[in-house]
């Protein structure tokens, strides 16, 4: 773990002591009870969440897989992505969303660990050689997201999911601050590795009671590399009955960042999203002086762009100009990007956000949002 | 000038010297040419911009107020409050917006500077004594806005705004580098020197052949101190025609910041909208641990309040803690805070923007949208 997540830690680790308290494989069951609320009509495609006693009800892993990630892109694909596995598999309409309430701190951080004497739980192997190589730690992140039925004021557990965080590259030190040496796993190795894992998990899972009878959903990531612009994403996922896995459902997710550099080979099938891309910037970077960075982050569908994530960086500008300018991003971001995908774009400078324009799932039209100041 | 705005005026000028080749006093009128267009359609309300040749007009003092304001919020609610006046003066209907085409960058300079045998136009008092008391820095900010009515393809300059702000502190140095010593400047002295430097900006902008004849309408800003979490306001403008100022029409804008300290009187008239706050603001941060703060901007016009900027810093949270969060503190704002004014909510960790939540001016619900990585 880098230095530079120290603080992160510490910050996650003071939540998750105090939450730590409940371990996983007691009896304790938020099934039913009369003084939980949601936060409210979600939005279409969106779940509601839960509210106890007027608090939200925060995960009992809390904060773990925080420190886990190096790169933050992939602590946040990975969580956004585990909701759109579980959105295939319990509708937004019928269910309430609850932050994992059956895997505690303790046990994803012993789950994640390397099996030994003392963690007979760990999922990862353990540490020295199989067939002479090092056995590298193949499951970096575990989530739980829990989805619940709502009969009046009260509310019982339908069903949960469960995302592994699988590896591509291991990152690893031979001595504590140390040089940091890669480990890659190819896309076989940690697919097998993680279907084995998801066998163990679910068998331990059917122990706890308020786990025995409920669908579980199990779902499969693949870590992007510690430098990537963009995170992993989802490439299988299982829903099951019983305690033995079910046949695996193939997602077909991939993640790209434009303007593709030019080593990127141009031949692919990407390029014509790639050029559209290219003139949505020139567009814009031709409009103010000092225009620094026009950035994208796109997600492809079974083969499909299906959303964009679009970072403008400027440098400083009055807040007329932001004003214009975002009228302006509009007009070219209709003209140049592709419709009836979500598209949000971000207009900031080095420290603040500036302005917004987005367009939702559904929407024809970006809204915008200029950040002010009495 | 503080050391920490050096790198800001270094990127303003690097940007102003290459912009500053039109000098105050030139013929050079952007009266009419067939190669504007504007940056679109603008929500109700909403100036559209003036694109020359595919380009945003820049102001041609551009970058100067950034490195005048020690305290942004001054810089912003300046920018935005000139435009508030503007507004008043020239339809939003009927005009377009272009940056201040006529004072340069030198122009600004020379007059924020302190009138001297070098600087004949320094609008600042010489440096020296009055009555046995320092001469302070009167004039801290000017800026100019122009309004363009739209023929077919062609623009012509309707009349413009210049906005003078107006120090109600004047923090000096004895030396370079030395400390910072404060001299308070009364609001009646501050307005009495404003309509004054006011009447000759007036007379040198008439001999100006592109603005002999239009409106100009100055407008007098009080600025905030360096400490304020909350900038200055305009207090009051005059329209003019002539080489003589009209008569001021009286503004009542006041800024506020909730929640109010322990020290500030409990009696005072906003009283109610403080409480208002703090219920809101308990209402929210019961809901997650860990909740940092929850502050307010809020604008009084004419003794109501006519919105608020609220800011909420989280500490640590997940993607679907976000959502929920977001869903939430939008169902809590409906509740408790004042219907009908438009209001913005922030959402963000010490680095980042996570979500917000705003309802713009005439819109009966709040919009949302969370920040998301692929």
Redesign the interface.
């Known amino acids: 773990m880098k230095l530079k997540k120290l603080a992160?830690v510490i910050?996650?680790l003071s939540?998750t002591l105090?939450l730590a308290s409940c371990s996983f494989g007691s009896s304790k069951s938020s099934s039913s009870s009369s003084s939980y609320t949601t936060?409210?009509k979600?939005?279409s495609g969106?779940y509601?969440?839960v509210?106890k006693n007027?608090?939200?009800q925060?995960?009992k892993s809390?904060?773990v897989?925080?420190g886990q990630n190096d790169n933050?892109?992939n602590?946040?694909?990975f969580?956004?992505g585990l909701?759109n596995v579980s959105k295939k598999v319990y509708s937004t309409k019928s269910y309430v969303?609850e932050?994992g309430q059956y895997l505690t701190t303790d046990t994803v951080e012993n789950w994640l660990s390397r099996k030994s004497s003392s963690n007979a739980s760990g999922l990862n192997p353990v540490k020295g050689k199989t067939n002479g190589t090092r056995n590298p730690i193949y499951i970096q992140q575990i989530e739980e997201?829990d989805f619940m039925s709502q009969s009046g004021s009260s509310l019982k557990l339908h069903g949960i999911t469960i995302g592994i965080g699988l590896n591509s590259i291991d990152y690893y030190q031979k001595t504590t601050d140390g040089p940091t040496y890669k480990q890659k796993i190819s896309d076989a190795d940690l697919k097998a590795y993680g279907e084995k894992a998801a066998q163990t998990v679910l068998k331990r899972l059917r122990k706890n009671k308020a786990l025995k009878d409920v669908p579980i959903t199990i779902a499969l990531y693949k870590q992007a590399a510690n430098d990537s612009l963009?995170?992993g994403t989802f490439f299988e996922y299982s829903s099951n009955s019983g305690t033995n896995l079910s046949s695996w459902k193939q997602m077909n997710v991939k993640?790209k960042v434009y303007p593709k550099s030019a080593s990127t080979s141009s031949s692919s099938d990407d390029q014509d999203d790639n050029d559209t891309f290219s003139n949505f910037k020139s567009q814009v970077q031709?409009?103010?002086?000092?225009l620094s960075g026009v950035t994208a982050?796109?997600?492809y569908t079974d083969g499909s762009l299906s959303?964009m994530?679009i970072t403008v960086t400027t440098?400083?500008y009055?807040?007329?100009?932001i004003?214009?300018?975002t009228?302006?991003i509009?007009?070219a971001a209709n003209k140049y990007l592709q419709k009836g995908i979500p598209i949000?774009i971000?207009i900031q400078s080095a420290t603040d956000?500036q302005a917004?324009a987005?367009r939702?799932s559904g929407d024809s039209k970006f809204?915008?949002?200029v950040?002010?100041?009495?």
Chains 1, 2 share one sequence.
Request: cysteine-free.
């Open positions: 992160a910050a996650a939540v105090i936060t409210g979600a939005e969106t509601q969440g509210i007027g608090k939200y925060v995960s809390r904060g897989n925080v933050q892109f602590l946040k694909s969580e956004t909701l969303f932050e997201q963009v995170g993640n031709g409009f103010f002086p000092n982050q796109a997600q959303g994530h440098q400083f009055s807040q007329t100009e004003t214009s300018f009228q302006y509009t007009q949000d971000k956000l917004i987005f939702d809204t915008t949002h950040f002010d100041s009495y």
